[in-house]
């Protein structure tokens, strides 16, 4: 999870301001009667509300605002639930104080950018009477627009004019009408009607006695899921007039996202949340043994493989499978000298592997191998843990508390194939660690670092083994033997549909999973179709109250009382 | 003394207009003892933190073999010995997990703090006693907590109300420079004031966000209401510290704005925490002796502790599980230079409170800290007997200078006395085996 909101990092490639859309405020007044008409009172233990993400808080600035507005920040950490996804802490994390009092240092520092004079003429939309008056109407407008894209959907009247009070207010200290505006804006984006994605829901004409969700939360969902941010006006648009209720205008909505190249932002988002990349900005590594491990190399990594990822799978529209044996990828300068390859580009390059390289697919890639190693050598036991957990969705469990290392410790000698053996001589540990270590063992190619070695203390690496029953000889035929995996398919699904839910998945949802799995195979692994098949299916857009008897949502301190644990 | 009400004097300045005025300097706020702080006679606050380092200590060269006053200072143990007679150490008080699974460096941490043993997940289950310090005595000053972390992992946090919240930390000491004395700091002992026109209006619009709640929680279920309900009393907090920067602050003799620290960036390197820690440290006791917070917490470094030292690979939780006994001293070598320059540390930390006079004492004198870690012996991840220490007597609300040993007493009793010994009203604390109604009575005065 990155908390760090550093001066966000620009992307030049794609034009991210929403144009002021005229008459999309205009449905302001039908919203009003959706938003009394919602359910009264959910069961216990639904979950109905997300906090955005960093990213999301990120890009949904970008999209509103435009992508010179500067501002640094920290967000309260969103915790990875275990063996899950970080996206799932979204449902679960709330705002702490000091969370709260940067929300609302950051809106301010936004909003006073917002209105400076630089960004007024294209942000603010109109111009007051008197700058040092208040100006009801211009405010209006303002908030009007303003608030439709900040809060995703239209304002009632109502709260405009609670906006436009506000400001009011803040003017008659101030005598500033621009300082007003900021007070306002700056509260819209502390506001938790933008922090979080709270779940609005209407009768359902098709189910009598039912409820969906409204249009406006069913974008957000698209949104969020497929671009990583708010709705664009698009999105609101097909909110406001009613066809994101209908199947064609669902699959013309979801087409549009599926076909734009914003979807690249969902598809990376989906990716370093999968592979577990929020791990790599505390990653350290130890200087004098990996010198070529700088902070450039570092930074590089994770990118190398979303590059990869989506080369072949958004730009070629590949086989997901071979993200693990493909020899394209994309090098720098930093990563070269990981990989022992000249790099005269200074900017990114294509580069493919030959035919007879170990380097085949993103788990012969530095983030995967270099991320689940210690700061000074490889560990077999991380990369096999983590090629089980994250990629074939398959949970180790914890160690016991009382090991005894002494068999592993002396790491001087020989290989960690003999020292890892004594592990698994003992019954107590080899039940995992035979789990683990055959699979992470086949990469001890790639030190610590991610740099080819045919060698440790001077014995040659053994990278032999077998994956479940499919047996291999080195790195690239172990990345052969998880393109056939039949888990392979299941578990991208699996986590797909988690990262879409945006909170842990109950039991009942394993058909839904089962329903995903099987028509990505039958669309040959192309992960288009599969998020085609998530963003139109009716379990996304489920009303959390449907299921408001899963225990899934049950929160901590109820599930700790004596009672529900005896 | 005839109690001059400063109130009376700051009535009425508040129209946004700069004023200076020569306030009556502080002493003359102070009674004769010089234990109360200013114009209402308040008592010093009582101020409460945590201490915490990870992967626990040598037991045999740390718990001290004496027992009640005078203890002995094992090796582990010296650097506090400049101040064992205002620590209490404690020994024999365990986590009990009810069959729960012992989550390796998680449980240790998270029963001690919450009162229960965390599920799988590792999840606070609940409110971390820290937390309910904070919600009764952290009031009246600009920050409920302050939660730092030395070693550079920014998700190195133990506090938090349970439900999925911890508390954010700070892992760099520029940056929490900022925060203490940047934007929004007033200095108590500056002879000018005016109120920040800005901050006026600032205030006057968060009712707003507050206005949009009944309209959200008709959609919310029982969760999110809980969740909602935390962001509200986040809103208030931010409310009330724009209400204290409306008014003049009481001046504070001991709080003397100190110079921003260089910028550094720390990850694991220990030469580096410990820097970070010390100037953190210094930070600290300022914003405590500037009543910028009456409540912090301190992780120096992680649970399955990251630290490594300067050209150094290994780590010092590596260290614990892969290095050998050195039988003929009985301890892993290398691990135990980290454990000793751990206590290094707090040592250093104890004596930047204890080196601040206030009042009749010190900074430390008036305030409760709880230094734990979350393992008694690393390489086992045992979290009987946790090494748990308080410093400072709350203003003398509790007795310092003893080892208190326990016969496998839930750590609950002890996180109980400290809650009780600040004040908070509070009967009871933890669930489970870990539930207990007694306090340590021989502490408390």
């Given at each position: 999870m990155k908390l760090a909101m550093a001066t966000m990092m620009k992307r030049k490639d794609v034009i991210r301001r929403i144009r002021w859309g005229v008459g999309v405020a205009a449905v302001a007044a039908s919203l009003a009667v959706v938003i009394a008409a919602a359910d009264p009172s959910p069961s216990?233990?639904?979950?109905s509300m997300r906090r955005l993400t960093d990213e999301q808080y990120r890009n949904a600035i970008t999209d509103i605002f435009g992508e010179d507005i500067q501002y640094a920040g920290r967000f309260d950490p969103v915790l990875r639930p275990t063996h899950g996804l970080q996206i799932q802490g979204v449902s679960q994390i709330a705002v702490s104080p000091a969370g709260f009092e940067q929300y609302d240092k950051v809106g301010r520092a936004i909003a006073a950018q917002v209105v400076d004079e630089r960004h007024r003429t294209l942000l603010v939309g109109c111009t007051p009477k008197s700058a040092t008056l208040p100006d009801d109407a211009c405010a209006a407008t303002f908030f009007q627009r303003t608030g439709e894209l900040v809060f995703r959907r239209p304002l009632k009247p109502a709260d405009v004019q609670l906006y436009v009070s506000a400001a009011r207010r803040a003017v008659a200290v101030t005598n500033n009408f621009y300082g007003g505006l900021v007070d306002g804006l700056g509260m819209m984006l502390a506001s938790p009607r933008f922090l979080f994605d709270v779940d609005v829901t209407q009768p359902d004409p098709a189910r009598p006695g039912a409820r969906r969700l409204d249009a406006y939360s069913k974008a957000a969902r698209l949104s969020f899921l497929l671009w990583n941010t708010t709705p664009d006006r698009g999105l609101l648009a097909a909110a406001a007039n009613g066809t994101l209720h209908t199947p064609a205008g669902l699959t013309q909505q979801v087409n549009r996202l599926l076909a734009s190249p914003r979807l690249e932002g969902g598809v990376r988002m989906f990716f370093s949340d999968m592979l577990g990349y929020d791990q790599i900005v505390d990653l350290s590594k130890d200087g004098v043994i990996y010198p070529q491990f700088t902070p450039n190399a570092k930074r590089d990594m994770p990118e190398q493989t979303l590059r990869t990822i989506v080369d072949l799978?958004?730009?070629?529209?590949?086989?997901?499978?071979?993200l693990f044996t493909t020899r394209r990828t994309f090098m720098t300068r930093a990563l070269g000298a990981i990989y022992h390859v000249p790099v005269s580009e200074h900017d990114w390059m294509p580069y493919e592997f030959p035919e007879d390289s170990p380097r085949a697919g993103i788990l012969s890639q530095p983030s995967f191998v270099a991320t689940f190693s210690p700061p000074g050598r490889s560990s077999p036991t991380l990369r096999g843990k983590a090629l089980r957990e994250l990629i074939l969705c398959q949970p180790v469990p914890d160690p016991?508390?009382?090991?005894?290392f002494s068999k592993v410790e002396n790491t001087a000698k020989g290989t960690v194939r003999e020292r890892l053996t004594g592990h698994r001589a003992n019954p107590a540990c080899a039940s995992c660690h035979r789990f683990m270590d055959p699979i992470g063992l086949s990469l001890e190619n790639f030190d610590g670092a991610g740099a080819y070695r045919s060698d440790e203390n001077g014995v040659a690496i053994d990278a032999s083994g077998d994956l479940d029953g499919s047996k291999f000889a080195d790195p690239a035929s172990l990345g052969q033997a998880v393109r056939n995996h039949p888990q392979l398919p299941v578990c991208l699904s699996k986590r797909l549909a988690e990262y879409a839910a945006r909170r842990p998945l109950d039991t009942g949802e394993a058909a839904w999973v089962k329903t995903l799995s099987t028509r990505f195979v039958e669309s040959n692994y192309r992960l288009r179709e599969l998020l085609r098949i998530v963003a139109t299916s009716d379990q996304f857009f489920e009303v959390s109250s449907s299921t408001?008897?899963?225990?899934?949502?049950?929160?901590?301190p109820t599930a700790t009382s004596p009672r529900e644990v005896k | 003394m005839n109690r001059i009400q400063r109130r009376t004097i700051l009535r009425g300045m508040f129209q946004g207009a700069a004023v200076a005025v020569a306030l009556p300097y502080l002493d003359c706020f102070l009674n004769t003892n010089g234990t109360l702080l200013a114009a209402e006679g308040a008592p010093l606050p009582v101020r409460f933190g945590t201490w915490f380092w990870g992967l626990g200590v040598n037991p045999t060269r740390f718990f001290p073999t004496k027992i009640g006053k005078g203890y002995d200072l094992p090796s582990e143990l010296s650097p506090i010995a400049k101040y064992r007679d205002k620590v209490n150490v404690f020994s024999g008080f365990d986590c009990l997990t009810d069959g729960k699974p012992v989550i390796p460096h998680g449980t240790g941490s998270t029963t001690f703090r919450s009162g229960t043993a965390p599920g799988t997940g590792g999840a606070l289950p609940g409110a971390t006693f820290d937390n309910i310090i904070a919600d009764a005595i952290g009031t009246g000053t600009r920050f409920k907590t302050l939660d730092i972390s030395a070693i550079g992992d920014r998700n190195n946090s133990l506090s938090g109300q349970g439900a999925g919240q911890m508390n954010p930390v700070e892992t760099s000491a520029s940056r929490f420079y900022q925060r203490i004395f940047g934007d929004g700091f007033i200095d108590p002992n500056a002879a000018a004031f005016a109120p920040d026109p800005k901050i006026m209006s600032h205030k006057s619009v968060l009712s707003v966000v507050g206005e949009e709640r009944k309209a959200l929680e008709r959609s919310l279920g029982v969760a999110d209401r809980a969740r909602l309900d935390q962001y509200f009393t986040a809103v208030r907090q931010v409310e009330g510290q724009l209400t204290m920067q409306l008014q003049k602050p009481e001046p504070l003799v001991a709080c003397k704005v100190p110079q921003p620290p260089k910028e550094m960036e720390v990850q694991t390197v220990l030469e580096d925490v410990l820097l970070n820690h010390e100037m953190m440290a210094h930070l600290l006791a300022m914003a405590l002796a500037c009543n910028q917070t009456k409540v912090f917490n301190v992780a120096f470094s992680n649970g399955a502790s990251s630290l490594t030292r300067r050209g150094s690979s290994t780590t010092h939780h590596q260290l614990t599980h892969d290095e050998v006994v050195d039988p003929r001293l009985g301890y892993q070598p290398e691990a135990t230079k980290f454990v000793e320059a751990l206590m290094g540390a707090w040592g250093t930390f104890l004596g930047i409170l204890d080196g601040m006079p206030e009042g009749d004492g010190t900074l430390l004198d008036h305030m409760l800290v709880v230094a734990h870690s979350e393992t008694e012996y690393a390489k086992n991840h045992t979290v009987t007997n946790l090494p748990i220490m308080l410093a400072g007597s709350a203003g003398g609300r509790i007795r310092t200078g003893m080892h208190v040993s326990a016969k496998r007493e839930p750590v609950s009793r002890v996180a109980l006395t400290a809650m009780q010994a600040v004040g908070v009203q509070v009967e009871s604390f933890g669930?489970?085996?870990?539930?207990?109604?007694?306090?340590?009575g021989e502490l408390l005065v």
């Open positions: 216990a233990g639904t979950t799978l958004i730009t070629n529209d590949g086989d997901y499978r071979d016991p508390n009382n090991v005894d408001a008897t899963s225990p899934r949502t049950t929160p901590s | 669930t489970l085996s870990m539930q207990t109604k007694k306090p340590i």
